[in-house]
């Protein structure tokens, strides 16, 4: 049956990150702690429904996960339509995201890229910058981790080439990183 088969590979696709990426993911939330404790902030980002999971994660440390605790700064660089489409149509769509990262990164912060395939080029140029600028770089990537994956400090690469299980599997990872994050505040 369908579903039992979607169910039983994405079950695969967890059972993935449970043997290989618990220990980064810990990682992340660690460094996500001390920027947060020394007064810094996390910025996200992403394409689609990685642009959902960038704004969902964003939201859980600005507004809460489980407990209350006080707001946590953090931002979607993929929320604000004017900006987006100013960049877009001034510049080029490429640089979406970084124009933004040059705005509002600075040394300390940590700025996660969320891209299923690991070659969205707007999240690359962003990481790229953000690593430039002293931030702490991280991204949720799928299937091989493509470019992305050599130029962040922490990737975290879902081997999988199912786009669905990717994103369930990114969202649960930003779920244990929140999560970490609400004990420690």
Do not use: W
């Not at 960038?54 to 440390?61: G, P």
């Not at 299980?165 to 929140?178: L, N, P, S, T």
Request: charged share 15%; glycine share 10%.
């Amino acid at each position: 049956m369908f579903v039992q088969k979607q169910a039983d590979e994405l079950i695969q696709a967890v059972t993935y990150v449970k043997e290989n990426l618990a220990t980064p993911v810990e990682e992340l939330a660690q460094q996500v702690i001390k920027a947060f404790k020394n007064g810094h902030k996390v910025i996200l980002m992403g394409n689609g429904g990685s642009a959902g999971d960038a704004q969902h994660i964003a939201a859980e440390f600005v507004g809460r996960f489980k407990k209350e605790r006080p707001s946590l700064p953090a931002l979607a660089l993929n929320t604000n339509t004017s900006t987006l489409t100013a960049i877009g149509n001034d510049y080029s769509y490429d640089v979406v995201f970084s124009r933004q990262i040059d705005g509002f990164a600075q040394a300390g912060d940590v700025v996660i890229g969320i891209s299923t395939s690991g070659n969205s080029k707007n999240v690359y140029l962003a990481l790229a910058l953000a690593k430039q600028k002293g931030c702490f770089t991280a991204a949720f990537l799928g299937k091989d981790g493509g470019t992305i994956k050599g130029i962040c400090d922490l990737p975290l690469v879902v081997a999988s080439n199912n786009t669905p299980h990717i994103q369930a599997c990114h969202i649960f990872m930003g779920h244990c990183m929140c999560e970490l994050v609400d004990e420690a505040f």
